[in-house]
């Protein structure tokens, strides 16, 4: 899996710990909602504020 963290633009380096915590803990969640498929490619999420 590969993770890409960004924030106004400026990618933010991760630690393998980090995006292993990160992946498991988006994949999980996206996962157990109704509608998505086992074999899945790719999620995206934006989060503004």
């Keep these: 899996m590969g993770l ?4 106004d633009s400026k990618e933010i ?3 393998e710990f980090v995006e292993k ?6 994949e999980g969640a996206v996962t157990s909602l109704k509608g998505i ?3 899945w490619k790719t999620i995206s ?3 503004s504020r």
Excluded: S
Excluded at 4 to 7: C, D, F, H, N
Excluded at 21 to 26: E, F, P, S, V
């Design 13 to 15: 380096p991760l630690n």
């Design 37 to 39: 498929k086992e074999d």
């Design 45 to 47: 999420i934006q989060i």
């Design 21 to 26: 915590i990160l992946n498991g803990t988006i």
């Design 4 to 7: 890409k963290l960004e924030v």
